[in-house]
Each structure stands twice: as structure tokens, then as C-alpha cells.
């Protein structure tokens, strides 16, 4: 699978951005999605994550964006998506999409238990 985010750039505080990340190379239904951040200095964190449709589980978000971010996926279009909305200067970083092969119980939250990764877009946000 490749990725390819896009959508990144300068906004004020309280604006709204909409990442995409556009898939190729497998069957993009089959692959568990997500989105993680790296502010400079920081370890790279958990954003959010939709699982394949098949799987019975849909959406978990990390506490610090939930009821500002949402995660969606076209699988028509291979892309999924994260909108961000109330942005605040904190959730300035590097912004990654990921895929993780369907499968298992759980929600994958952890970069580990994803194999492929897009090369990031930037997001900052201005007070």
C-alpha cells in the first residue's frame, strides 16, 4: 500500500483543516486506517483510527481531539480523511496517515500495528 497525505498548512486558532490521504496498490477495504502527529520534540502520538467496514468497529479518537476531529474513509475513492475543526495551537505537528491489515478485536492505537505509512503533511496553527 501507498500513501499520500496532503492538506496541511497555516491556520489560526479556532480555523478548520480537512487531511486526505489517498491509498494505492491493494484492496484499500481490507486495511484498518489512521492518522497520527508529531509536534517537534515529541514523540509521534495517536490521532484517530476507522477500521475496515467488515470489522464491526468504526472510530476511536485520542481524548485530546475528540468533538473537534472526525475521521472518515471513501472506499469508492481509496482516501480517507480527517477533519479538524476548533483547531488550537497545540495540535501543531506533522500529520501521518496510516494502514494496518484488517483483523483482530481491538482498535489499533499504537504506531507498531501499522505497516504502512504515508511521508506526512504539516499543520500549524497560529494563536
Known amino acids: 500500500v501507498q500513501l499520500q497525505a496532503s492538506g496541511g498548512g497555516l491556520v489560526q486558532a479556532g480555523g478548520s483543516l480537512r487531511l486526505s490521504c489517498a491509498a494505492s496498490?491493494?484492496?484499500?477495504?481490507?486495511?484498518?486506517m489512521g492518522w497520527f502527529r508529531q509536534a517537534p520534540g515529541k514523540e509521534r502520538e495517536f490521532v484517530a483510527t476507522i477500521s475496515d467496514p467488515w470489522s464491526g468497529r468504526t472510530t476511536r479518537y485520542a481524548d485530546s481531539v475528540k468533538g473537534r476531529f472526525t475521521i472518515s474513509r471513501d472506499n469508492a475513492m481509496n482516501t480517507v480523511y480527517l477533519q479538524m475543526n476548533n483547531l488550537k495551537p497545540e495540535d501543531t505537528a506533522v500529520y501521518y496517515c496510516a494502514a494496518a491489515g484488517a483483523g483482530g478485536y481491538a482498535y489499533k492505537i499504537r504506531a507498531y500495528e501499522y505497516s504502512y505509512w504515508g511521508q506526512g503533511t504539516l499543520v500549524t496553527v497560529s494563536s
Open positions: 496498490g491493494r484492496i484499500f477495504n481490507r486495511y484498518d
